[in-house]
């Protein structure tokens, strides 16, 4: 019998993160290599990958950091080959890289900024699912985590959401296509919808907007912004051996925003 430690664990596993440099990704990459995992580490600027790179190390993890747009088809298929060619493997992907909210009603937003938000949030996730697939499904196995966001199933007040909100709830769309396509090769595809965090670029926006502060924190039933130490360790529950019998699911972590 598969001891409980032995679920949770990712000894022996590879994982690669998107967007690894800071935030979200940072902290999914530190909590992987504390897990077990060795880690391929991904954004557009590889000088800005030093800080998460070591967090991996100091796990006792080796990590590959590589520098990748993920809406170039070329650059995507190079970050999986050059993965597949140092670990010989790769068991989990965390589809996290993503661009923030424009905060621009519909009336002002234009077509090209538009786009670029879709073509980061949803078609960089796809064309990394996509290459990432062609990998696992060979081994029939293989974990792919989607960042989503409570945005892709509710509309936040007090900010004007557009593009980011159609993208994320079109991650939950493609999470649930990837599922049932690829459960036949045994692929779990899941999407996690955190809700705020404290990252950098959300602290500095309440610093400078208290009022809109106070009233986010009225809209959240637990009262206060996620941890990202909680957010990385259900990550890290989902790329583990306990969501063999999970695909196509939608994990909401929201302190409750989308009960109201
Ligand atoms: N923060 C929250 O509270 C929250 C809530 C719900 C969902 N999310 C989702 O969680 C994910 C991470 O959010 P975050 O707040 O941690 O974001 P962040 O701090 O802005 O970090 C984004 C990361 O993605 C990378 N990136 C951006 N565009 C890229 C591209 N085209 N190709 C490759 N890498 C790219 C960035 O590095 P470079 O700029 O160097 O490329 C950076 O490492 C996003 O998908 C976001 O929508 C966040």
């Known amino acids: 019998m598969v001891s409980l430690a032995d679920f949770f664990s990712l000894r022996g596993r590879v994982a690669l993160v998107t967007g690894a440099s800071r935030g979200l990704g940072q902290a999914f990459a530190g909590a992987l290599a504390e897990a077990g995992a060795d880690l391929v580490i991904v954004s557009r600027h590889l000088g800005e990958l030093g800080e998460t790179a070591g967090a991996v ?106 593009s980011y909100d159609v993208s994320k709830a079109a991650v939950v769309g493609l999470t649930k296509a990837l599922a049932a396509e690829w459960a036949p090769y045994n692929l779990n595809v899941i999407a996690l919808a955190p809700g705020y965090y404290g990252t950098a670029p959300n602290l500095r926006w309440f610093q400078g907007n208290p009022e809109i502060h106070r009233q986010v924190l009225d809209l959240i039933p637990l009262g206060r912004l996620g941890d990202l130490r909680e957010l990385a360790a259900l990550l890290v529950v989902l790329a583990s051996e306990v969501s063999n019998y999970m695909t196509g699911s939608t994990v909401v972590i929201d302190g409750g925003y989308t009960l109201w």
């Open 57 to 162: 190390r100091a796990h006792g993890r080796e990590v590959l950091s590589l520098e990748a747009d993920i809406r170039q088809e070329e650059a995507v298929r190079e970050m999986v080959t050059r993965t597949v060619e140092r670990f010989g493997r790769l068991d989990v992907l965390v589809n996290n890289a993503g661009t923030e909210r424009q905060n621009l009603p519909p009336e002002q937003t234009s077509l090209e900024s538009w786009k670029e938000v879709l073509d980061i949030n949803l078609n960089g996730q796809f064309l990394c699912a996509r290459e990432v697939g062609k990998v696992m499904i060979p081994r029939r196995a293989g974990k792919i985590i989607n960042l989503a966001s409570m945005s892709g199933m509710v509309i936040n007040r007090y900010f004007h959401g557009g």
